[in-house]
């Protein structure tokens, strides 16, 4: 069987699989990484949203042989980038403000989030509601309110 390589928070990981299974399969069923979440399949609800080399991806939608060996990705479990905290600022909003009910979307809603902010800093501006409608992740509960609520002020604890 094939191996594919590349870094999966922080780590370079190899899994044996064949080129076409999709990179969420990988993560979850191979990795045992289970912070992305199944949903659709297809790249529409975005529960599985991490990052790739940055950017905010759908590994449902990427199959395995189309990840190089130098690319980065980064799930939930590798998010949290300040020395000495658990939380990444953005979860830490999450909590504060209470957003999560069922939770099954959350972890694609903050690697969603965080990769919006980044992705407007890079811009040399700070969040707007613009960027907010950027964000497609569905939420089965429809807490749609407090997710827009915790972005901003996940964005104002990540300066």
């Not at 990981?13 to 069923?29: M, N, P, Q």
């Not at 409608?133 to 104002?156: F, P």
């Amino acid at each position: 069987m094939p191996q594919h390589t590349f870094i999966l928070n922080g780590k370079a990981v190899t899994a044996d699989v064949e080129g076409d299974v999709r990179l969420l399969w990988v993560l979850r069923d191979v990795l045992g990484v289970t912070g992305p979440k199944y949903g659709c399949g297809v790249g529409v609800c975005r529960a599985c949203t991490s990052h790739l080399n940055g950017k905010a991806f759908t590994p449902c939608a990427v199959r395995v042989d189309d990840v190089a060996p130098t690319d980065e990705i980064t799930t939930i479990e590798g998010l949290p980038d300040t020395v000495g905290a658990e939380l990444h600022p953005m979860q830490e909003a999450w909590l504060d403000l209470d957003v999560a009910q069922c939770g099954f979307c959350q972890p694609g809603q903050i690697m969603a989030a965080v990769a919006t902010v980044r992705k407007a800093r890079e811009a040399g501006r700070e969040v707007t509601e613009a960027d907010l409608d950027t964000i497609r992740n569905i939420c089965r509960c429809g807490t749609y309110h407090r997710i827009r609520q915790a972005v901003l002020e996940g964005a104002r604890r990540m300066e």
